[in-house]
């Protein structure tokens, strides 16, 4: 496991920028394809427009030129906490280390800014984040039981200190 403060450098050519408006219908397309009950386009829509919330993209020159977006990151930064409410990768981007820049980059901005923890919930049956918030280094610290009402489903909270 790496030391949590440490930091691969991102895949080559993937720049972060923040989301804008027009960027949504990407946003929506990416969280359907990542998650059975995907936020709605109207809370990400409500996301952007909040201060204290911060909607990183990760993307790449298109093979035919512009840009495509391979995945997100939404937190908050509250106080000295960095708080992680979602992520996704697109489908045909994973397991290229977007996941893990995405998180990276949502640490950096954090500490940038003062914040000594980063924190955030994930479902229990969640192989693949968890395995990813691992190897960052993040620490389970307790169980909320039936968090996600969907499906009664318990939620990890882990944690990591910056
Ligand atoms: C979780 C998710 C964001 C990971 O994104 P990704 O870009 O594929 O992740 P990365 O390529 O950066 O993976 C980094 C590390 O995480 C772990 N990991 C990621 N996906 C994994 C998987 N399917 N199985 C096991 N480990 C996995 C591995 O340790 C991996 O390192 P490695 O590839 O060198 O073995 C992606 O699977 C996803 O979008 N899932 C659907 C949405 C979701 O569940 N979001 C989390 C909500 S809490």
Request: hydrophobic content about 45%.
């Amino acid at each position: 496991m790496r030391e949590p403060a440490d930091t691969l450098a991102p895949p080559p050519n993937v720049r972060f920028r923040r989301m804008r408006p027009e960027d949504l219908d990407r946003v929506v397309e990416i969280e359907k394809d990542g998650f059975r009950h995907p936020w709605s386009r109207d809370l990400l829509e409500r996301e952007l427009a909040h201060a204290w919330s911060t909607i990183l993209l990760a993307t790449e020159e298109a093979a035919g030129g512009g840009e495509g977006v391979l995945g997100f990151i939404v937190f908050w930064l509250v106080h000295d906490e960095v708080h992680v409410l979602n992520i996704a990768t697109a489908l045909e981007a994973r397991r290229r280390g977007i996941g893990r820049a995405l998180m990276d980059a949502a640490a950096d901005a954090g500490r940038r800014r003062g914040a000594t923890l980063a924190t955030l919930e994930v479902r229990r049956s969640n192989a693949p984040a968890i395995a990813l918030y691992l190897d960052l280094g993040y620490r389970q610290v307790g169980v909320r039981p039936n968090y996600y009402a969907d499906e009664g489903e318990d939620a990890i909270v882990m944690v990591l200190d910056l």
